[in-house]
């Protein structure tokens, strides 16, 4: 038997078994789907005839021509991977100019035309086989955004600019008061229960100034009341004056620090145009300074109180008497008699200012 399938091998008509998917010598490569019977015989057995050799030889040449068809379905992914190949020689392409072309500089004119054609290549339509990064709406989808009232002209009356207030020196009395109410031009608006005007005869030839009103005067709106009051208005009798006689009483500050704490720089430069009218209004022969705080605002210093005593300052070109505060007089009993003497120098002053005006008068 063995004899004969080297007779057979030797013409050719040995059995002969070909899987698919396997490549026969000097045939294309099979790329069609496997069917059911994945190997096919096209040989007989050893004792097979001629006419079964015949069909064998026809069957071969069959699937031979078979396997040499072209495939009717290409397979995606073979396409995908045939495309990468291109698109990565395109993209090595457009690499070396895109890295040629000079970086454009913000708000340099020379380059705006050079930049155009870039522009427009950049516009240009996305291949179909990559999807849009989003789908943009109509353009009148997001109309609701508008805003008619942002573009509308605003009224004649909100454009016309708030009327500024007359200047603090113009003022009157009734003016000056309802300014002094009225006023938030510093922190100490907020604390306060009312603003402490003053309060005397405006046109009298004695002013005294004092520092800041306290919690009684914040209470009542009247400055030098309680104790501190009831001690000065026996100081003015020694003098044979009186509270609203001849005598006119204000504050540096017209509302109450809180806690009774000395008022701060610009507290005092935004309230001192209200007392500088209130002089100019009352017109006084002498002003006596009450206490450290309203002697060094007046005076525009710093020295001691001890150091200002004793001698005649000038404010507006008016004459001014330093002595200690009212409120400080009732802590330190010992200083009555130094605030006596201060008060005598006042009257001496007073009454030669007097003299020499009849003088002149004369």
Same mark, same amino acid.
């Given at each position: 038997?063995?004899?004969?399938?080297?007779?057979?091998?030797?013409?050719?008509?040995?059995?002969?078994?070909?899987?698919?998917?396997?490549?026969?010598?000097?045939?294309?490569?099979?790329?069609?789907?496997?069917?059911?019977?994945?190997?096919?015989?096209?040989?007989?057995?050893?004792?097979?005839?001629?006419?079964?050799?015949?069909?064998?030889?026809?069957?071969?040449?069959?699937?031979?021509?078979?396997?040499?068809?072209?495939?009717?379905?290409?397979?995606?992914?073979?396409?995908? $991977? /045939?495309? =990468? +190949? !291109?698109? *990565?020689?395109?993209?090595?392409?457009?690499? %070396? &100019?895109?890295?040629?072309?000079?970086?454009?500089?913000?708000?340099?004119?020379?380059?705006?035309?050079?930049?155009?054609?870039?522009?427009?290549?950049?516009?240009?339509?996305?291949?179909?086989?990559?999807?849009?990064?989003?789908?943009?709406?109509?353009?009148?989808?997001?109309?609701?955004?508008?805003?008619?009232?942002? $573009? /509308?002209? =605003? +009224? !004649?009356? *909100?454009?016309?600019?708030?009327?500024?207030? %007359? &200047?603090?020196?113009?003022?009157?009395?009734?003016?000056?008061?309802?300014?002094?109410?009225?006023?938030?031009?510093?922190?100490?608006?907020?604390?306060?229960?009312?603003?402490?005007?003053?309060?005397?005869?405006?046109?009298?030839?004695?002013?005294?100034?004092?520092?800041?009103?306290?919690?009684?005067?914040?209470?009542?709106?009247?400055?030098?009341?309680?104790? *501190?009051?009831?001690?000065?208005?026996?100081?003015?009798?020694?003098?044979?004056?009186?509270?609203?006689?001849?005598?006119?009483?204000?504050?540096?500050?017209?509302?109450?620090?809180?806690?009774?704490?000395?008022?701060?720089?610009?507290?005092?430069?935004?309230?001192?145009?209200?007392?500088?009218?209130?002089?100019?209004?009352?017109?006084?022969?002498?002003?006596?300074?009450?206490?450290?705080?309203?002697?060094?605002?007046?005076?525009?210093?710093?020295?001691?109180?001890?150091?200002?005593?004793?001698?005649?300052?000038?404010?507006?070109?008016?004459?001014?008497?330093?002595?200690?505060?009212?409120?400080?007089?009732?802590?330190?009993?010992?200083?009555?008699?130094?605030?006596?003497?201060?008060?005598?120098?006042?009257?001496?002053?007073?009454?030669?200012?007097?003299?020499?005006?009849?003088?002149?008068?004369?």
């Amino acid at each position: 038997m063995a004899l004969h399938e080297s007779v057979l091998e030797e013409f050719g008509l040995a059995p002969l078994w070909v899987r698919r998917g396997m490549t026969a010598p000097g045939a294309q490569p099979d790329t069609t789907p496997a069917r059911a019977d994945q190997s096919m015989p096209v040989g007989g057995e050893a004792a097979m005839t001629e006419d079964a050799a015949t069909r064998v030889e026809h069957r071969t040449a069959s699937v031979q021509a078979e396997q040499a068809e072209p495939p009717t379905r290409e397979d995606p992914r073979r396409e995908r $991977s /045939a495309e =990468a +190949p !291109a698109q *990565a020689a395109d993209e090595s392409r457009r690499a %070396p &100019a895109a890295a040629a072309e000079p970086r454009l500089q913000h708000g340099d004119p020379s380059s705006y035309e050079d930049d155009a054609p870039r522009q427009q290549a950049s516009q240009q339509p996305r291949p179909s086989s990559e999807p849009p990064a989003f789908d943009a709406p109509p353009d009148d989808d997001f109309a609701w955004f508008d805003d008619p009232s942002a $573009s /509308a002209p =605003a +009224p !004649a009356e *909100a454009r016309r600019d708030t009327p500024a207030l %007359p &200047a603090v020196h113009t003022l009157d009395w009734d003016a000056l008061g309802e300014r002094v109410a009225s006023c938030q031009s510093c922190r100490l608006c907020e604390k306060r229960t009312n603003t402490v005007f003053g309060v005397g005869d405006r046109n009298a030839d004695w002013m005294l100034i004092g520092e800041a009103p306290g919690e009684n005067e914040d209470r009542q709106g009247e400055p030098f009341v309680g104790q *501190a009051g009831k001690l000065l208005d026996n100081m003015l009798h020694s003098l044979a004056l009186a509270r609203g006689t001849n005598v006119y009483i204000a504050n540096v500050i017209k509302c109450r620090p809180p806690g009774n704490r000395n008022p701060q720089p610009d507290e005092v430069a935004r309230c001192e145009p209200y007392l500088q009218r209130q002089v100019a209004l009352v017109k006084p022969k002498l002003i006596v300074a009450l206490g450290r705080f309203a002697a060094q605002s007046l005076l525009k210093t710093e020295a001691s109180i001890s150091s200002l005593r004793g001698r005649v300052h000038t404010y507006e070109g008016l004459p001014v008497i330093v002595t200690y505060h009212p409120a400080y007089l009732l802590r330190s009993l010992p200083d009555k008699a130094k605030a006596w003497a201060d008060l005598c120098l006042a009257r001496d002053t007073w009454l030669a200012g007097a003299a020499e005006r009849s003088s002149e008068a004369e």
